[in-house]
């Protein structure tokens, strides 16, 4: 089967399964992706941080940890959480806010945002404390029978079987599912281009996005003319204005550029230089007919914990 382009930009070049695919319509509507935070904390009464469960729907994580801490008037620092969700879908998940009291959260609304207290602990909630995610899936318009759904199903999971397992790559959205960008500007601050980094992200377009968004992207890109785009760029790419802005007043400070972002963006690009990486290493050991559920001389293995995840204190 061949693989789209926007997937090879992610680092996936091959499937492993042959069978074809079922149809239909992913996310037609928000609420056909539904996404739920597996953790493996357990919250006390007492404790400097305030344990919240947060159901958004359609909402960027970010976006809604920079909109709670204005509503709060606190730091972003202050709010604390596991891992980043999916934008266009309703997710589920905890979050800490130091010093914070459950009074507090009863006079905060945000549209499509759900706050419940459910606890204290002492420590924040960081990464590290995702255990995994679970997910309900509406797919549309799939066009087969109920028959002929199950028969091809079960087609690809006797394949999957046979080869042992699925590739665990990271996804798309690791990488932005409209515009890939994130492992791009990843590796140029890894490489130490801070000037790349913050121009791919400010003004490097991509096929998907909206007519006016490639073209005055293409602009900013080709002339650097910030004052200009500052004026042109739709109100929506906040993260990019604010940006062109810092660049206006203080000329070639691209790491002060990419300081406006938040230290969670930032970190979001390094792993997802991480995960690109993963893919192709993922990709070539497929290629090479190594095993995926076996380890081979050579490979370095590291063990689970109790909870299923890696144990990076054990590894051989």
């Keep these: 089967m061949q693989v789209p382009e926007i997937e090879k930009k992610t680092g996936i070049d091959i499937y492993t399964t042959t069978t074809k695919g079922i149809g239909g319509i992913l996310r037609q509507e928000v609420d056909d992706f539904i996404v739920t935070e597996i953790t493996n904390r357990e919250e006390g009464d007492s404790g400097k941080q305030l344990i919240l469960e947060l159901t958004k729907r359609n909402w960027d994580m970010h976006h809604v940890i920079r909109d709670l801490s204005r509503k709060f008037g606190i730091s972003q620092k202050r709010i604390g959480f596991a ?144 004052a200009w785009g500052l004026e042109q760029y739709p109100l929506n790419l906040r993260y990019e204005r604010s940006m062109m802005n810092h660049l206006i007043t203080t000329p070639d400070d ?19 230089y991480q995960s690109y990486l993963f893919n192709q290493i993922l990709c070539e050991r497929v290629k090479e007919g190594l095993p995926l559920n076996a380890a081979i001389e050579g490979d370095i293995v590291c063990f689970k914990n109790k909870d299923g995840l890696p144990d990076i204190s054990r590894t051989e």
């Design 254 to 272: 691209f790491t002060g550029a990419l300081g406006i972002l938040s230290k969670n963006i930032r970190m979001l690009f390094v792993h997802a």
């Design 83 to 226: 891992g980043t969700k999916d934008k266009r879908a309703v997710t589920t998940q905890k979050i800490s806010i130091h010093n914070m009291t459950p009074q507090a959260v009863d006079d905060i609304f945000l549209k499509d945002v759900e706050l419940k207290v459910i606890g204290r602990s002492n420590r924040p909630v960081k990464l590290g404390d995702l255990t995994g995610n679970g997910f309900k899936i509406t797919v549309r318009d799939i066009g087969l029978t109920e028959d002929e759904l199950k028969t091809q199903l079960k087609k690809t999971t006797d394949e999957i079987l046979e080869t042992g397992g699925v590739p665990n790559f990271f996804g798309i959205q690791r990488f932005g599912a409209i515009r890939p960008i994130t492992h791009l500007v990843g590796e140029a601050i890894v490489r130490g281009n801070v000037e790349e980094a913050a121009l791919a992200y400010i003004a490097k377009s991509f096929p998907d996005e909206s007519e006016e968004n490639k073209r005055v992207r293409d602009h900013v890109f080709n002339t650097r003319d910030y």
